[in-house]
């Protein structure tokens, strides 16, 4: 996609970049604060000798880390999608357009849906924050906390994502947050075998602004297969393929 419309990716990029930003600051300031943050939610550990004070709090910043990483992630996604619901629209729309169209397609203006879209973006997040909070205490247990939770936490952060960035082209189709649950719920493997790489690549700083584009793109390619519709092959219109 990257190499067939670039003009029309790096116009996706700008809205992954403003979130970056925005996203970045907060986890500088988070991870400068650190170990005051650890210390403070460890207060009943004030008195404990060493090394069962130290264990804790190191128990704590890695729960608030992993926390921090979930929400963050989907935050960042939620947030670059508000931002740049047309640019994103308009790949998604190109990308089924070169495998067939949209059968269903809603006619109403993206400018109609965002209210729409935001709130359920709000809930996906929410969820997110909700889903966080035993993982955060799961944290405080020595070696399970550092190695199972992170794991826990990218299945759960990738099957959030799956969820939100197939928002697009659902939307498209006039379904709402419901629907895409429902359907992603009865391909799991498949929704997690999307959303989970994409989750552990938006950890990484730089990579995350132009993984968002493409995840766009990724996620309509998604739908399509939910929907039973072709990804293999671009469709053709007289004697042209439909080009992106």
Do not use: C
């Amino acid at each position: 996609m990257y190499g067939r419309s670039p003009r029309l990716l790096i116009l996706g990029l700008v809205p992954a970049v403003i979130s970056f930003l925005l996203l970045g600051t907060a986890w500088f300031f988070l991870l400068w604060f650190i170990r005051d943050l650890s210390a403070a939610v460890t207060w009943f550990a004030d008195d404990w000798g060493s090394p069962w004070r130290g264990l804790t709090r190191f128990g704590a910043g890695a729960g608030i880390v992993i926390v921090s990483a979930l929400v963050s992630v989907l935050t960042y996604t939620a947030l670059t999608l508000l931002i740049g619901d047309p640019f994103y629209e308009v790949i998604s729309e190109r990308v089924e357009q070169r495998f067939g169209g949209t059968p269903g397609m809603s006619d109403l203006p993206w400018h109609r849906t965002i209210l729409k879209n935001a709130a359920d973006s709000v809930r996906l997040i929410v969820l997110g924050i909700v889903v966080a909070v035993p993982l955060f205490l799961l944290g405080f247990v020595p070696v399970l906390g550092q190695t199972v939770v992170p794991v826990l936490d990218a299945v759960v952060g990738g099957w959030l994502l799956a969820v939100e960035l197939t928002g697009v082209p659902f939307n498209r189709r006039g379904l709402r947050l419901k629907d895409r649950r429902a359907m992603l719920r009865a391909n799991r493997p498949l929704a997690l075998g999307f959303g989970v790489p994409v989750f552990v690549i938006l950890l990484i700083p730089f990579a995350a602004v132009l993984v968002v584009p493409a995840a766009v793109a990724g996620s309509t390619l998604l739908t399509r297969k939910l929907f039973g519709l072709p990804i293999d092959k671009p469709a053709e219109t007289g004697d042209k393929l439909v080009r992106v």
